[in-house]
Structure formats: C-alpha cells, structure tokens
C-alpha cells in the first residue's frame, strides 16, 4: 500500500516480495554500525523480519517503516517511517538508506514527508529520533529537519549510550 508521494519518491509498505531488498540493508557495514547486527543471513530470514517487524507495527498501530522507492525507475533506495518501542515514551522517526543512493537528497525529503504525516495525519504532537553517538550524517539529517539533540539516553545500563533528538509540533 503507497502511504507517501514526494517529488522523486513513493513511500509504502514493505511485504515479504521486498526480501532481498530487506537482506541487503540489514548486511549494509552502515546498517551493522549504526544499528545494529539483526543477524539476518537469507532472504528467507528477511521476510520473516519485514512480517515481524514493520508488518506486524502498520496491522498494530496503523504506521512503521516505509519502503522508499524511486518514482523514476522503481527502484528500492531505502526505508523511513516512524517507530513505537517499549523502550521509547515518544514514537520515533528512523531510516536507512543503500549507500549507492547517499548524497542524493532522499532521506531528508522521505524523512520530511514522514514527520509531516506523522503530525498532520496521525497526529503527534512530539516526534523524537536516537542515534548512535558516532553517526554524523544522520545527526545532520535531523538538524536539517529540524529536531533538537535534547540529551544522551541509554535503554538499559550495559547499553550504548544514544544520542535524544526530539521536535515539537
Ligand atoms: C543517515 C543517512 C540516511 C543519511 O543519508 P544522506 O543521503 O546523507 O542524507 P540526505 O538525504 O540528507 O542527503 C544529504 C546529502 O545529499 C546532497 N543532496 C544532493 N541533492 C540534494 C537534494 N535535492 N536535496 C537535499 N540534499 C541533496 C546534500 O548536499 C548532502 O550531501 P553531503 O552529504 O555531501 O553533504 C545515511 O547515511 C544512512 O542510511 N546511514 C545508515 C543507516 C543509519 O545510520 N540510519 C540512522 C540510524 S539513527
């Protein structure tokens, strides 16, 4: 199902037909270093992860990570969407993009059109993002969008320490 359009992008709900995809970015050394290690190794295991994850949120909760696909060829470039965890009082924004596409733009306009959906169409009055400490492009992402670093955050005490972003309506 499309969720988003922007000028150069759709955004819209994975399915288990976006394995090899999914497999791809999850084995991505940015994925690995900025995320984390989902241990998935086949596209086998991604499916189970795309219908775990961001299918079990959007039939939960009505939204979560979104597809972004190129308007002009199709073609995958990233996920962005917006996130509820346990671990998290506020719903939180999160992406990731193939390295091949950096530097074009398409995070910043997939994650702009995210957090106006999330305000406007599901209505958020606070939105928040965490980042790993080290990870300078994403941080200048979300300064370019407009959230404020608001303090340094741990989910439990042998976790990493996290970078709190956080906007305001
Ligand atoms: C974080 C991440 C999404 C940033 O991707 P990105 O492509 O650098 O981000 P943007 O969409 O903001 O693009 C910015 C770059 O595109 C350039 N650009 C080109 N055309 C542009 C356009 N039309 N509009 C805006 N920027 C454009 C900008 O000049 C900038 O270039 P620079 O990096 O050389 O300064 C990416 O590094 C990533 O996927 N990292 C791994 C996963 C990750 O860390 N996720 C976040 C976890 S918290």
Redesign the pocket.
């Known amino acids: 199902m499309k969720v988003l359009e922007t000028d150069r992008l759709n955004l819209r709900w994975l399915s288990p037909d976006d394995g090899e995809f999914m497999l791809e970015l999850l084995n991505d050394p940015?994925?690995l270093e900025?995320?984390g290690d989902r241990g998935v190794r086949t596209v086998e295991g991604a499916r189970e992860y795309i219908l775990n994850g961001p299918v079990e949120m959007y039939k939960r909760l009505g939204f979560g990570l979104f597809l972004t696909e190129r308007k002009a060829d199709g073609v995958p470039v990233?996920i962005c969407g917006l996130i509820k965890r346990d671990s998290l009082e506020d719903v939180d924004i999160?992406?990731?993009?193939l390295p091949q596409f950096?530097?074009?733009?398409?995070?910043?306009?997939s994650a702009t059109a995210t957090l106006a959906h999330g305000r406007t169409v599901l209505g958020f009055d606070r939105i928040v993002?965490?980042?790993s400490s080290n990870?300078q492009?994403?941080a200048r992402?979300l300064e370019?969008l407009g959230l404020k670093f608001e303090k340094m955050i741990r989910f439990s005490d042998d976790a990493e320490e996290l970078r709190l972003y956080g906007s305001d309506k």
């Open positions: 940015s994925w900025f995320i990233g999160g992406y990731a993009f950096w530097g074009n733009g398409y995070a910043y306009e993002a965490i980042t990870n492009k994403s992402l370019k």
